[in-house]
């Protein structure tokens, strides 16, 4: 399946912002939803948000909605994830996975859903918020 890396993390203060990248090594994008996760010191990977393979439509979990944003260039191969008004709960490292199927609501929150749409996990990319 296609692997994918996810860059732009880094040490940013409550309230502050980061855009998050995710580019694959050669293969192209746009044949695919691509989803974006996280995953806090102990805990689960949990959904953040999903963007449909033409761009055309997206989903944002709860917690971020409002706040997070996902888009995507497919000329430039490239999905972004904009975090705006981060929180300290936003720490955790961050993925981007190519997806089986199409991008939806239950995709991130539901695990067994994301567990099917997510084949493997690709380089992840920390982003902390302290002050």
């Known amino acids: 399946q296609l692997q994918l890396v996810a860059s732009g993390g880094a040490l940013v203060q409550p309230g502050g912002s980061l855009r998050l990248s995710c580019a694959s090594s050669?293969?192209?994008?746009?044949?695919?939803?691509i989803g974006w996760f996280r995953q806090a010191p102990g805990k689960e990977h949990e959904g953040v948000a999903c963007?449909?393979?033409?761009?055309?439509?997206?989903n944002h979990a709860d917690s971020v909605k409002g706040r997070f944003s996902v888009s995507r260039d497919n000329a430039k191969n490239i999905v972004y994830l904009q975090t705006n008004s981060l929180e300290a709960e936003d720490t955790g490292v961050y993925y981007c996975a190519a997806l089986f199927g199409q991008c939806s609501i239950e995709t991130l929150t539901n695990k067994a859903q994301t567990v099917t749409a997510v084949g493997s996990w690709g380089q992840g990319n920390q982003g902390t918020v302290s002050s």
């Open positions: 050669g293969s192209s994008l746009d044949r695919y939803a």
């Open positions: 963007i449909s393979s033409s761009g055309i439509s997206a």
